[in-house]
């Protein structure tokens, strides 16, 4: 077979299935992350017509063993088989699956391909299962946005002014740099359309919550003042990473009218 020439011996990991597609007329085109190897693009061969092989292992959200080769070079990985062991399940509930789609596709383009992050693989696993166990809230996705900053190298710094270093904490104003993602002090602003105001509680209570667990986050709700802030200095903070708009963001938009 064609692929398999000079491929490296066969790989097995444990992983997420981020999206696939068709390719002709029975392949698909897989996209996962894998606890060891990091994200991977991969051609699953037959996938259409598999079931034996890839039976029920390649929708979204689906964690799978997954057993592929690579070769150096290469821009894709040969997908043999996939071990299912945890079914979508609950995220086909239009609400989840809405939720859970802007969870994959923040880490789908916060990830580098092959490059492994260990942790950002376990906080997608607990983020999907806490999903499973119910509905997002408000602080639950504040803490798994900024936990996937953290992770993927971009934690913002939301305790000091960018500029003079001072604590924001007690300041009566401060201020987003929208073009920088950095917070600075009223002393430090300089006037213009990148400057954002935020409220002294809603810069304490995305502190606050860096340390919560996703299951604790889930049942702790805010003010809608602070969850409305919160949610666009997450938004903006994210924008600065992204490649092209979260298409995610109108099913949630939908969902919500």
Not at 98 to 104: D, M, R, V, W
Not at 132 to 145: H, K, N, Q, S, Y
Not at 238 to 257: D, G, V
Request: aromatic fraction near 6%; proline fraction near 6%; hydrophobic fraction near 45%.
């Amino acid at each position: 077979m064609v692929w398999l020439a000079n491929m490296g011996p066969s790989h097995t990991s444990e992983a997420v299935i981020l999206r696939s597609r068709p390719y002709g007329e029975s392949d698909k085109i897989v996209t996962f992350l894998a606890a060891d190897v990091g994200k991977l693009t991969g051609i699953a061969k037959g996938a259409k017509n598999s079931r034996r092989r890839f039976a029920n292992c390649l929708d979204a959200f689906t964690r799978v063993r997954i057993h592929f080769r690579t070769r150096a070079g290469a821009g894709l990985a040969f997908l043999e088989s996939c071990d299912l062991l945890e079914p979508p399940g609950a995220l086909a509930d239009p609400g989840k699956f809405a939720y859970g789609s802007y969870l994959i596709e923040l880490v789908d383009q916060l990830t580098g391909e092959a490059h492994p992050v260990p942790e950002l693989y376990d906080l997608l696993v607990e983020a999907l299962k806490e999903l499973r166990d119910g509905m997002a809230t408000a602080v639950f996705l504040r803490v798994f946005e900024l936990r996937l900053l953290h992770h993927a190298g971009y934690a913002p710094q939301l305790s000091h002014c960018a500029n003079c270093q001072r604590p924001v904490g007690s300041a009566k104003s401060a201020y987003l740099d929208t073009q920088h993602g950095g917070i600075v002090c009223v002393d430090c602003r300089i006037k213009g359309p990148s400057l954002i105001p935020i409220a002294p509680e809603t810069l304490q209570t995305l502190q606050d919550v860096r340390a919560v667990s996703l299951r604790a986050a889930r049942t702790r709700r805010l003010p809608p003042a602070v969850a409305a802030e919160a949610a666009q200095v997450m938004g903006r903070l994210l924008a600065l990473h992204l490649t092209r708009p979260l298409r995610s963001i109108k099913l949630i938009a939908a969902l919500t009218r």
